[in-house]
């Protein structure tokens, strides 16, 4: 089993930044895709940024820039460092992580969420 859990996110003002944190952890042989969606109030749930064992990473156009993604894959934690928040950003924002456990099964698993509010 994987469990991801996550750490970060609070109310922020336009223009602050804040850092979250993603830890992975359970019977993980490998791991493909990390990274982070988030979902607004009556929205459907989007990518924010992700990255690939391969060492590709993506971005939502509206995030380039502005937030940068960091991974450690000996750790298997990943960071998504916000800067210049604007109020859009607001959302409930997930870690999502997909790979194979020591089964060699495959897995697609999701942390509980962390609200970002930016607001004044």
């Known amino acids: 089993q994987v469990h991801l859990v996550e750490s970060g996110g609070g109310l922020v003002q336009p223009g602050g930044s804040l850092r979250l944190s993603c830890a992975a952890s359970?019977?993980?042989?490998?791991?493909?895709?990390m990274g982070w969606y988030r979902q607004a109030p009556g929205k459907q749930r989007e990518l924010v940024a992700l990255?690939?064992?391969?060492?590709?990473?993506t971005y939502k156009d509206s995030v380039k820039g502005r937030f940068t993604l960091s991974s450690d894959n000996v750790k298997m934690t990943v960071d998504l460092q916000m800067n210049s928040l604007k109020p859009e950003d607001t959302a409930v924002y997930y870690c999502?992580?997909?790979?194979?456990?020591?089964?060699?099964?495959?897995?697609?698993?999701w942390g509980q969420g962390t609200q970002v509010t930016v607001s004044s």
């Open positions: 990255t690939t064992s391969t060492g590709t990473t």
């Open positions: 999502n992580a997909a790979g194979a456990t020591t089964g060699r099964a495959s897995f697609h698993s």
């Open positions: 359970g019977t993980i042989f490998t791991i493909y895709t």
